[in-house]
């Protein structure tokens, strides 16, 4: 609570006229009170397509839903998209010096890599067919440059989509080429002798081709030490790993419109030393280490068939591999020998969906969706002597169909309902609702009453993987739950908006990451039981000046079913406020970025202390023609922070870094 205080107390200080006011001078106010919903919903209210697979006004989504922006993005000097979550209400972020994971709604399982959020670019799932991961940190296939805006709907969708939309959908909306023009290159550094560059061209041609290609290069050396009190000793260099942090990234994108078709083409590499000597890898060896890539194609149609009628089709494919290195030290021969854990993933696929419009209330949309997983390939082996823990090769099939209706009730009542029904050749059937009441009782209120069933399969990794530290589980059962949630969007004048939202969330069968004690190995096992309460605000105001301020804060409260334990990894308050003033105009901007994460249990019962984490950007977008600059510092007190280790960390605590900075310029010729 005295957290909490010191939060509003801050927001109070930093952000002025908290109370909804009007500049000085701006005629239009008296008008813009009077304003409708309607009214207010033309020239404010953001839209958002991945909620409902259409595009639609934010207040009429059944689901909580935050936008962010391409300007936000800039303004605040977010640098990967898990810096992007971690500024979203009730979204946080817990990194291992490998990979970022995802926390929503107080969720954020060890051994989770993203499986229970699904990842999109522009409607195409990112999430492997392995791990199901959400790539969200440097791993990302996609230059956070070439993002136009982010939409993120919070609760389950499996009723729009196959598996992973477990906890929620992020759908990442790049840009088109009309939005880059010319050549344009970006050049930034930072600490720890961090570098990155970006050429990208976008053009609109006569005969209706619109393209936009860029390529994308990071690497960062890390820390140059590390201290793990957990090795301190001499046989481990007292603790302190050396050089084993360094980071290496190669992307690549091309966009492609013509008439009615797309072609979207990722490409993303990354190579990540690995410093924690996880799974009981050799301490200070930066031989150990992963590399992720991730690839694919989309080809998409769309077609107005009629005034009434909208046409979608899509066919896919992708590409996943991981390649870890590990090393390890025998004591019997008193020498280090390697450990390949290798997977790749191929996939293919096609979606078709029909929307109709009829009698100008209501719309109802179908679609189905034919995922072929035809190759599924995993082997952990030693590489001298050479020694197999384990190799599978497998393939699925996955076949939906959904369907979905808005019918208005009333002027002020909307009713959204969807059922989406999964086969898959692994476990079966599926059928999972979802309904959503939207009520507008007032001219600038909206109600959203929510309801919805998920489902999410073990995926690969969790049934099949085993190594010298792991051990399989093939008769894993899917995880299931069904939530309800109420949401309040009050738009207090044109540019305030308060939101407000409730959930119960009662997870079940769930899949987790466990040591066997029979062998000390980690295996997956369907678990137990979780029930997930909370309550989340936001507050937001802009000016027609360019100032922008923000404050928000929820509170989850997560216990297994049974014994009420409190689970680990689980922060019951987080909190952020946001404050971006213009200088010079709307040329120059000092952003604040400042994100605040309760007390967190550790698997060891312990406690990850409660930390603020302020960040500040100046950035430029015209002080100079064709020119975009911006510095940022980071963790700007120098705070000690850090995150709960999961099973395969010694640690129990992984601390991380403390203040770091960057430089960034962008030239448009």
Known sequence: MKSLRSLLLLAAVT?????????????????????????????EVETVYAASRQKQKVTEAPASITVIT????????????????RSVRGFFVTYDRNYNYIGVLGFNRPGDYGSRVLLLIDGHRVNDNIFD???????????????????????????LYVASAFLGVINVVSKRGRMVGNPEMSTEGGSFGSYKGRASYGESFNNGLEMLLSGSYYSSQGPHRLYFPEYDSPATN??????????????????????????????????????????????????????DIRSYLDLQYDRKLNATTDFMGRLYFDQYEYHGVNVYFDTASNSAYLNEDLSRGKWAGTEVSVSRKVLDKHRFSAGAEFRRNFLQEGSNYDRSPYVVYS?????????????????ELRSNLLLNLGLHYDHYSTFGGTLNPRAGLIYNPFKKTTLKFLYA?????????????SSSTNLSNPSLRPERARTMGVVLEQYVSRRTRLT?????????????EEIEPATSKMIFKNSGSVDMRGVEFELARTWVSGLEAGIQYSFQNVRNQHDETALSNVPKHLGGLKLSIP????????????????????????SVPAYWLPNFTLFSQSLKQHWKISASLYNAFNSRYGDPGAPEHRQDILWQDGRTFRLKATYSF
Do not use: C
Not at 75 to 82: E, N, S
Not at 457 to 463: A, K, Q, S
């Open 583 to 606: 200088l010079l105009g709307k040329k120059l901007f000092a952003s604040s970025d400042v994100n605040y994460v309760s007390r967190r249990r550790t698997l060891a019962g312990n």
């Open 238 to 291: 007292h603790g302190i790993a050396v050089n084993g942090n360094d980071d290496q990234l190669q992307q690549l994108f091309g966009n492609f419109y013509y008439r009615n078709f797309k072609l979207q083409a990722v490409y993303g590499s990354r190579e990540k030393g690995v410093p924690t000597a996880s799974y009981d890898t050799n301490f200070n060896d930066s031989r150990t280490r992963t590399t």
């Open 70 to 85: 391409s300007d936000e993005i800039q303004k605040y000097g977010y640098r990967t998209l898990a810096e992007v979550l």
């Open 391 to 407: 190799r599978s090769r497998n393939n699925s099939t996955i076949v939906a169909l959904y369907s979905q209706g808005e019918i």
């Open 500 to 512: 407000a939202n409730g959930y119960y969330y009662p997870l079940r069968q769930l899949i987790g």
């Open 133 to 159: 991961s959400a790539f969200t940190g440097t791993e990302s296939p996609l230059d956070l440059d070439l993002i136009d805006h982010i939409e993120v709907i919070r609760g389950p969708n499996s009723s």
């Open 15 to 43: 952000v002025p006229g908290w109370i909804p006011s009007f500049p000085q001078g701006d005629e239009s106010a008296p008008a813009l009170l009077d304003m409708s919903l309607e009214e207010l919903m033309q020239v």
């Open 453 to 465: 069933q998920a489902f999410r399969p073990p995926n690969d990794f969790e049934l099949y993987y």
